[in-house]
């Protein structure tokens, strides 16, 4: 699969799981159950922690839905229980990123944000610690749109709106 089509089946998802929490007759008609939704999310993220050494993209989408299954509900995002294969992964590049000062600002931004939940990377305490890089710029604060960029760019895009409207 291309980033595009990662990126379509994200945005698909996504609806197909709101769509059945708001019981609509289109997510009904479609024959997916909320099981098979997080059975594909789940063959989504596997892909992102493949391609994830060698496109940041897919590390940071990666590292988003493993972040976002531990502190969202599932019935809403279509995420639930993840590959431990793919997660470890996904942990593991980042900390060789992070190591090899490889990872842009924008990674070490939303990994800071992420932090804030630190729950969320305990069991992954063996492979990587990663503590909050205070020398990031805050990419909330910058007119900055994540278009096509799956349920990642939904989620940044209503929190840097959030934050400008205030």
Known sequence: MTLNDLTKKETELYSLAIDLYNQKEKSESSGLTLNKIYAEYNKVHREYAKMS????????????????????????????????????KIITELKKRIDQ??????????????LNWDFAFKKFKNIAEFNED???????????????RGQMGIYWNSIIKVKASR
Not at 64 to 88: H, R, V
Not at 101 to 114: F, G, P, Q, R
């Open 101 to 114: 000062n490889k990872a842009d600002n924008e990674l070490k931004w939303m990994l800071n944000h992420y």
């Open 53 to 88: 050494e060698t496109d940041i993209e897919c590390l940071k989408r990666g590292l988003f839905i493993q972040w976002y299954s531990m502190t969202e509900p599932n019935y809403l995002t279509g995420i639930a229980e993840l590959d431990g294969n793919a997660e470890t």
């Open 134 to 148: 205070e020398n990031v710029v805050d990419l909330t604060n910058i007119k900055l749109e994540m278009v096509n």
